[in-house]
């Protein structure tokens, strides 16, 4: 497994396979796809943090089913743009990744990702119990969004 920057990612990938999104925390992680075109990023439920082992398993196993080409993982650096214990908790988490799979991991800045998920969730009125439960799937929704758009920039750019 690598980790690959998103314009590496958009150099290897090719037509019609997915990507998928996490918003790794501390209690779930949350999760998304892309569409075969990736254009449109759709929440997928949460899953509950375990162990690390069993984490991996059922990672690995819902990208085996959707057939994920790569990963797009959210890093949860601060506003200022420095590195705090969740970035190292984030990194440390792929590089243990790495040792189970070939999959690569693309790093992309999270930052009020959690915040714009919030704020779409009570645009659509969903009840604060609702929130709780679909919050970290949007925000690796968002996450996602953000990583789709940039790669399509960049493949238009090199049309």
């Known amino acids: ?18 990507i998928a ?13 892309s569409d075969l075109s ?11 943090r375990v162990k690390f082992t069993q984490d991996a398993q059922v990672l690995l196993a819902f990208a085996e ?6 990963f797009i993982i959210g890093l ?3 506003m200022d743009g420095s590195a705090g214990p969740r970035v190292q908790a984030t990194r440390a988490f792929v590089r243990t990744m790495g040792e189970k799979t070939t999959l ?3 790093f992309w800045d999270e930052r009020l990702s959690t915040v714009a998920a919030e704020r779409a969730l009570l645009e659509m009125d969903v009840s ?3 929130r709780a439960e679909r919050i ?19 493949t238009r750019a090199a049309d």
């Open 65 to 70: 089913k959707e057939k994920v080409a790569a």
């Open 136 to 154: 970290d799937s949007a925000a690796a929704s968002f996450i996602l969004q953000g990583a789709l758009d940039r790669l399509s920039a960049l």
């Open 128 to 130: 604060r119990a609702k």
């Open 104 to 106: 690569p991991f693309i």
């Open 1 to 18: 497994m690598a980790t690959l920057t998103i314009e590496e990612l958009a150099q290897t990938l090719r037509p019609a396979q997915a």
């Open 76 to 78: 949860p650096v601060n």
């Open 21 to 33: 999104g996490l918003d790794l925390g501390t209690k779930t992680i949350g999760l998304a796809m």
């Open 38 to 48: 990736r254009r449109f990023a759709t929440p997928r439920p949460v899953l509950k």
